[in-house]
T-cell receptor, first 113, second 113 residues
Framework: KAGVTQTPRYLIKTRGQQVTLSCSPISGHRSVSWYQQTPGQGLQFLFE???????NKGNFPGRFSGRQFSNSRSEMNVSTLELGDSALYLC????????????FGPGTRLLVL | AQSVTQLGSHVSVSEGALVLLRCNYSSSVPPYLFWYVQYPNQGLQLLLKYTSAATLVKGINGFEAEFKKSETSFHLTKPSAHMRDAAEYFCAVSLNQGNQFYFGTGTSLTVIP
């Protein structure tokens, strides 16, 4: 099976812009989670989608949003970008329920200037 | 709130020496425990997972970890370090409440030739 894919791999934006990142999970996986990774804060959970419904949400402002489509592909959107949003954004997929192993994509590296 | 503590943000070992990376967790219920490895500019790769079937878990690349409930620890070990083991290692906890992972801050492993 193909692994988790994320597009784009690299992105440069300026403050105030918005950005959409895409994640395609492993075929058959219904859960998609998003994480932000920065040198200062480490890996932080953004949100998780399961069968098109947001099931869990981390402690991030409302500028961060996501959605999941019927084919389990997911997108996350960040509006009104700030310098501090520069990070590696990782997507992970799991087959179904809780406690499952999460399989990570290569990430999208976002630089906000 | 759940937390994961990785003691030692940087660990250096000589090639062929024992690798020991420490992880302690706080959880009021038995968690699922994971170790992931991250190579530069890549996503996270699963090393091993504790599923309560056995306290000593064997993973890929010769790594293993032992779950000790009394110490709330899940330390990662490898008898003999290789140069290719140089990477960032993350311990993670997941509860039986969806697929949200709580990650430690990571340990950067350097292998000295």
């Amino acid at each position: 099976k193909a692994g988790v894919t994320q597009t784009p791999r690299y992105l440069i934006k300026t403050r105030g812009q918005q950005v959409t990142l895409s994640c395609s999970p492993i075929s058959g996986h219904r859960s998609v989670s998003w994480y932000q990774q920065t040198p200062g804060q480490g890996l932080q959970f953004l949100f998780e989608y399961f069968s098109e419904t947001q099931r869990n949400k981390g402690n991030f402002p409302g500028r961060f949003s996501g959605r999941q489509f019927s084919n389990s592909r997911s997108e996350m959107n960040v509006s009104t970008l700030e310098l501090g949003d520069s990070a590696l954004y990782l997507c992970a997929s799991s087959p179904r329920s809780s406690g499952e192993t999460q399989y990570f994509g290569p990430g999208t590296r976002l630089l906000v200037l | 709130a759940q937390s994961v503590t990785q003691l030692g943000s940087h660990v250096s070992v000589s090639e062929g020496a024992l690798v020991l990376l420490r992880c302690n967790y706080s959880s009021s219920v038995p968690p699922y425990l994971f170790w992931y490895v991250q190579y530069p500019n890549q996503g996270l790769q699963l090393l091993l997972k504790y599923t309560s079937a056995a306290t000593l878990v064997k993973g890929i690349n010769g790594f293993e970890a032992e779950f000790k409930k009394s110490e709330t620890s899940f330390h990662l070990t490898k008898p003999s370090a290789h140069m290719r083991d140089a990477a960032e290692y993350f311990c993670a906890v997941s509860l039986n409440q969806g697929n949200q992972f709580y990650f430690g801050t990571g340990t950067s492993l350097t292998v000295i030739p």
